[in-house]
């Protein structure tokens, strides 16, 4: 047997010591753009994403909602496998079939910004725009976004209200300030509206827009865009029926695949990456995992995969430890196969990213798998408890759950993703259990609170980006007891129940 030098370790373990942050390190100064897939040296990726997250290929995670509600914020859903290769195809129809819009809040416009400055912010963010202009073409002077009746972007008094002419939409509807953003969006997607909502100060709906091309959006290009931004998309496949599945997720509109596969370093899956990249070329391209050390890594890049996903043991529904003694700590995983990376560019010119799958509990294990080397991360927990997950948010024992199982557990039965070859079509034992996890409310409020975090953590450690922060972040290995100094400790917590009296 070959033993490995070091135990391993899990982010827990792990803390980040500050570097020196200068008065440009602010949370508003920082990019979390990242490779999604392989490229060359010098040259750019083919997809880039503008958050380093993407969710989970979960039944009880990726579906449509979530997808467009992540690729909203930046990032990406990749659309579970095991579903039939028609319903899957369905789900990545569905994403596809959105235009991407933007919610425009009140704190992003300011009465100063123009037009271009506007189209800028909003191409920032990768979504297209819907400005409103005085003779209601893109390239007339901008008078707002679409805004409630008093609200101005323009200084110019004649602006003062929303005029007919103005605006290049359909209808709109002025809603009243009782109705939450999440009402909104709720009533977009159940009635499949071609709509936009605006919000205003307190993420009240300010008014919900209806564009022109209301009714024949699917068909036709909405004319008042000189871009027709669709939300990007991906979807997991296997190494069994990819022939098929391939070819019907390529022609509903995938942007992205990943071979799904609780254990990657495998004749499948180079077997799979080598049919795709036949069929395909690299207009299609795809991921494949997981694999936990450097020599999995390599496996995978030579045979062609276009990032590579790292975790075995470590999701939080996972038994696989438990069940079949593999695994590695997921920190110790990940810092193994990004050090492959950098030798694989260093030797090879070709960049192969790296996806952090699993294992990700607090908001601070974010940055530690980011400083490591992540490119980005794959998350099925933290999405779960989000409204936009396809599961039921039950009430247990008066607390609001949703529910979350693992594509390993005897509900899902994804035999697929444990599959080691031969006849058998079916789960031999069960790899993950069926569990819950607390409501989390709506994602992007989720999503944002978590990034300000990373972003302020990137900020202490003196990065403004990614590589940045790679390459300056100093982390230490932390012993048990330096984890209770970590909490709260040495005092009484206040408790509701308490009885105090003042003395
Ligand atoms: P987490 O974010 O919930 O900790 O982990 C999610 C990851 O766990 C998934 O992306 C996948 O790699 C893995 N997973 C999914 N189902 C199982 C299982 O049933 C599992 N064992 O390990």
């Given amino acids: 047997a070959t033993f490995f030098e070091e135990e ?21 100064n920082v ?39 992540l690729a909203q914020q930046g990032g990406l859903s990749f659309i579970y496998g095991s579903q039939s290769i028609a319903d899957e195809a369905a789900m990545v129809r569905e994403v596809k079939s959105y235009k991407a819009g933007f919610v425009v809040s009140d704190s992003t416009l300011t009465p100063e910004m123009t037009l271009d400055d506007v189209v800028e912010l909003l191409g920032r963010t990768g979504h297209s ?48 300030d009782a109705t939450s953003l999440k009402a909104a969006n709720d009533l977009i997607w159940d009635k499949k509206l071609n709509a936009l909502p605006i919000v205003g100060a307190g993420r009240r709906l300010v008014a919900l827009v209806f564009r022109k091309d209301y009714d024949s959006h699917k068909s036709q290009p909405n004319e008042l865009l000189d871009q027709h931004k669709r939300y990007l998309v991906g979807a997991g496949i296997n190494t069994r029926d990819y022939a098929e599945r391939v070819s019907a997720l390529v022609e509903a509109g995938a942007d ?36 936990v050390d450097a020599e999995g890594f390599r496996f995978l890049a030579d045979s062609g995969a276009d990032f590579v996903k790292v975790g075995i043991g470590g999701g939080s529904i996972c038994i696989t430890r438990e069940q079949k003694g593999i695994g590695r700590g997921q920190a110790s995983a990940l810092i193994d196969v990004c050090r492959a990376r950098d030798e694989y560019f260093d030797e090879t010119g070709t960049y192969v990213p790296v996806c952090s799958d699993g294992g990700i509990v607090y908001d601070y294990h974010m940055t530690l798998a980011l400083a490591m080397g992540a490119d980005f991360m794959m998350l099925g927990r933290y999405f779960a408890r989000f409204d936009e997950s396809p599961t039921n948010r039950v009430s247990v024992n008066g607390q609001y759950m949703k529910e979350y199982w693992g594509e390993g557990s005897a509900r899902a039965r994804n035999w697929q993703r444990y599959d080691l070859g031969g006849d058998k079509k079916s789960l031999s034992f069960v790899e993950g259990v069926d569990s819950y996890v607390p409501y989390a409310g709506p994602l992007k409020e989720g999503v944002e609170g978590s990034l300000l975090k990373v972003k302020s953590t990137m900020c202490n450690c003196g990065a403004l980006d990614l590589p940045e922060l790679r390459e300056k972040a100093k982390i230490t290995l932390v012993s048990s007891t330096s984890l209770v100094e970590g909490g709260a400790h040495d005092v009484v917590l206040k408790d509701a129940n308490q009885q105090v009296s003042i003395n």
Wanted: with cysteine; glycine share 6%; aromatic share 8%.
């Fill in 256 to 291: 992205v695949l990943c071979i799904d596969s609780s254990e990657g370093y495998s004749e499948w899956q180079r077997r799979t990456l080598a049919w795709v990249r036949a069929r395909y070329g690299t207009s299609m391209r795809v991921g494949a995992g997981n694999v």
């Fill in 8 to 28: 391993s370790h899990t982010f827990s373990e792990y803390l980040l010591v500050p570097g020196y942050s200068s008065a440009d390190n602010v949370a508003a």
């Fill in 31 to 69: 990019s979390l753009k990242t490779p999604l897939v392989r490229f060359a040296r010098g040259e750019e990726p083919q997809i880039t994403l503008n958050v380093p997250m993407v969710s989970a290929i979960m039944q009880s995670v990726s579906g449509p909602k979530l997808a467009v509600a």
């Fill in 129 to 176: 725009t819907m400005p409103v202009t005085e003779d209601g073409t893109p390239h007339g002077r901008l008078c707002g976004i679409v805004t409630s009746r008093d609200y101005r972007l323009s200084r110019d008094p004649r602006d003062r209200r929303v005029r007919e002419f103005m605006t290049p939409f359909d209808k709109l509807v002025v809603a009243d």
